[in-house]
């Protein structure tokens, strides 16, 4: 038995943006430069692990609303129309750089060397189909997928029990759906817990969901073992909650390491930087500068000016992610030692969430830094094994039983950034909408024999779904993509309220309802009966 | 058969929608942030009392049918002497606040953590019966600090000194700080949390009971980490808030973080220890605020550690019972373990 376990657990999320009625759209980038930066590097670098004995694992969720932009045909064209672009522009920079940049050209040589492999990786390897390169990681036993909310609603903020229940009813389907299995855990949209929760998992067979470290610390009675040994809820189903030493050292860009003077500069891109007439082949029709992923500067310091940034040396940062994920490790060992003493010799586990998407994007250089982790854990493994929380469980060790306090992982640990002065005039539109669904679900617990009208009905707990998306209210307070999210959100209420006028009239104006399944098309196997209220028995 | 969803409110069944020539979005639902949604069809009165936090919460109720004209078809002319109001009950310790109803039908309280709470909106009248609309479920406000009761069951049983510890780990220092405080108390010494309470207030406190001090601890706790006495007191029970204003009298109005801290120091050993890199916590350029899809993650706010006598690197041979201050000055030469415990774990990359 080692004398400690660490528990990486990556959430993979991006809300559904997908405009066929726009032949391009920039917030689909999203997507693309998460395929190109996180999703293909980490599924060729597990896959690198593995063949080399290094048997990593991890815990990878992947939301469903990621899963079937992943899966769709429309995006995985359009991922590599955009896959060719870049690589175009990048073997553009290899000349460009050459002659007049010369200190770029170890990084545009880089870019190249990079995409060239993704390209392969989609198109060779994985044949555009990134969802069965993760089911066959999870089948060869790497890594340990689970689910999420379906679109990422933030369930205590969801009004009814039905909205709340479909939320992780159709995220278990769709599950299945990709990945032929069912799913032992998941991840709370951002671990946002609220009681009774746990009892809408228990009901669908889930055995575990991540928490933040508050949940359980100021859960009753008091965790025997803190953050370090999941709690049982009264329902049965297992909660892990966040080590906050090791967030940190991701997250911060003060103390931790992607804030180090060697790793790439996320702010200076060629999309700002290049002649304009230069870059306009590969910008989007309307002309406007973007990021492009292309960049040449490092952090150089963190109060360099973005003017003074120095140039980016690939190999300097690749020497950098050995000796922090040499330190990481190193880390590990001694908190596991440390806290051994605190729980009486009782085995700690470290559970470390963190979003996907950092390793790669924001921190250019961390899906390198995994890699590194996990070639060290694997020499370490008899003083620390890397585990999932499926594995932990399969042990058998004796766990405490608690009831969860109110919690997110969000700034301040509540729900202030879903509910705020900002945003809140988005939910009683929601919950008037979760309300009527129901009603119209339960007038119609048969299903019509109008075919129109189910359509109907499916397509407006489609429109449901994508408004309960936490990412508008979140981007909203954030002050990023206010008029995007807006939109978003607005535009599905009208079409939910539209669908719902002409079910209850009984008229469906099949045009548009084609329209509309035509956009929002996720969750073709989706059945609004899901939004029923629960008869009670005869008696009851 | 227009595929246009009007962007006024939803089409009626008689209402004819007209293309927007200039739009070629088919469902023309692209449209500009400054077109609001209509307000939502009310089918039915309703209420939602929301948490936000555990000091907020957010009401917004609706009226499936203009309330004052019921009232008005109800009382004729009396009607005019009621107003719509909201209030909110404390079902804890029974306290209630009206406000006149928003014309948004929206309202946010202050509240406080770890009470249940019920909201109402109704007419009223002075001297009149209170005329009720609308009643919400009880919604409870969540703890900011650990339960004061440990696990029942044998086997998950901590003791506060080992627990204090972890919290320690954990980075919940205010917790770490308050368990240590209980740790102080149960092994019955004569200087406890009771002393160092007597030490700070003035003569007019109130006599404080067992049951006041996983309260007091909170709070000893909060003040020494430099918590704004204001904002403690907005939280407390009569009693402790009564105790703290002694307090504050006693001390011209302020607490010292600094002299709580060296009495901290002198009765029971703790010390307590800051990476001021955290004090610019504020100017961290947080990760969602540039990047798409980065969650908006929680961090500590500042990084303090707690350093009491029992930490060493290994557990020491038997507990210590009693914290005398000539033990506690004992182990001060030995606190640099614990310093150099805190400096390893914390040191900058650029150690590396």
Known sequence: ?540 | MSLHISDESIPSSTAATALRPSTPDKLDDLLSPDEPLPPPRAARDDIHLLIQSPYRLFLYWSHARDPYETLRRALGEAAAQYQLIIRLFDVDNGEARSHPASMDHTWWFDVAPAHGYRAEVGFFAEGKPFVHLLSSEVTRTPAISVAPESDVEPEFQDHAEGFAHLLNETGYAKDALTVALEAVDDSDTETNTRTLAHSLEGSDAPALEDADLPELRSLVAALALGENPAQARAHLSHRLARWLDSVLNEHGGEVDASRLLESLREMFGFELEYDETFVLTKNINRVSSFTWGASDVRQPSRSVRVWMPSMTLGRPDKWLPSMDMSRAREWMPSMSVGQRLHIARWRHLSDL
């Open chain 1, 1 to 540: 038995m080692p004398n400690g376990f660490f528990s990486l657990i990556l959430h993979a999320h991006l809300p559904f943006v997908r405009h066929p009625e726009h032949p391009e759209f920039l917030e689909e980038d999203w997507l693309y430069e998460a395929i190109t930066e996180v999703y293909l590097p980490l599924l060729a670098v597990l896959s690198k692990l593995h063949e080399a004995g290094a048997h990593p694992r991890l815990t990878l969720n992947i939301s469903p609303t990621l899963c079937e932009m992943l899966a769709d045909p429309l995006l995985q064209e359009r991922y590599s129309k955009h896959l060719d672009n870049l690589l175009a522009l990048a073997e553009k920079e290899l000349d460009r750089t050459f002659r007049a940049l010369p200190h770029f050209h170890a990084a545009a040589c880089m870019y190249v060397e990079n995409l060239r492999e993704t390209r392969r990786l989609w198109r060779n390897v994985y044949e555009q189909n990134l969802i069965d390169g993760f089911r066959r990681l999870q089948d060869a036993g790497i890594i340990e997928i689970i689910t999420c909310g379906a679109t990422h609603g933030f369930l205590p903020l969801i009004s009814t029990l039905e909205a709340c229940r479909a939320q992780i009813q159709i995220a278990v389907a769709n599950y299945q759906k990709h990945f032929k299995r069912y799913p032992r855990g998941i991840w709370l949209p951002e671990c946002a817990y609220a009681e009774g929760l746990d009892a809408l998992l228990a009901e669908v067979g889930l055995e575990y969901f991540i928490a933040d470290s508050h949940a359980v610390l100021y859960g009753q009675p008091r965790p025997r073992y803190g953050v370090f040994a999941p709690v049982r809820t009264q329902t049965g189903v297992f909660a892990f909650a966040r080590d906050m030493e090791t967030s940190e050292q991701v997250w911060s860009s003060i103390i931790g390491y992607p804030g180090d003077p060697c790793y790439r500069e996320f702010y200076r891109d060629i999309g700002w930087d290049a002649p304009l007439e230069y870059l306009m082949p590969h910008l989007h029709a309307d002309g406007q500068r973007r990021h492009l992923g292309l960049k040449y500067h490092r952090i150089t310091g963190r109060d360099v000016a973005q003017s003074d940034k120095l140039p980016y040396e690939p190999e300097a940062a690749r020497h950098r992610t050995i000796i922090h994920a040499h330190h990481f490790v190193e880390e590990r060992i001694k908190q596991v030692s440390r806290l051994s003493q605190a729980l009486d010799g009782h085995a700690p586990i470290i559970v470390s969430p963190y979003d996907a998407e950092l390793f790669g994007h924001w921190w250019f250089e961390g899906v390198q830094f995994l890699e590194h982790v996990f070639q060290y854990l694997a020499e370490r493994r008899q003083e620390i094994a890397s585990v999932t929380p499926g594995d932990y469980l399969d042990l058998k060790r004796p766990i405490q039983t608690q009831r969860l306090s109110v919690s997110s992982w969000g700034e301040e640990g509540y729900y202030k950034v879903w509910l705020n002065e900002g945003n809140a005039w988005m939910y009683p539109h929601q919950h008037a909408a979760e309300a009527r669904l129901t009603a119209l679900a339960n007038s119609r617990r048969t299903a019509p024999s109008d075919n129109l009208i189910r359509r109907a009905l499916d397509q407006a707990a489609r429109e449901l779904l994508l408004a309960q998306s936490s990412d508008w209210a979140f981007q909203v307070y954030q002050n990023t993509t206010v008029e995007y999210a807006t939109r978003r959100f607005r535009s599905h209420i009208r079409r939910f309220n539209a669908l719902a006028e002409d079910i209850e009239r009984g008229e469906i104006d099949e045009e548009r309802l084609a329209e509309i399944e035509r956009r929002d098309n996720l969750f073709p196997e989706l059945n609004y009966q899901i939004y029923c209220a629960r008869q009670k028995a005869a008696g009851q």
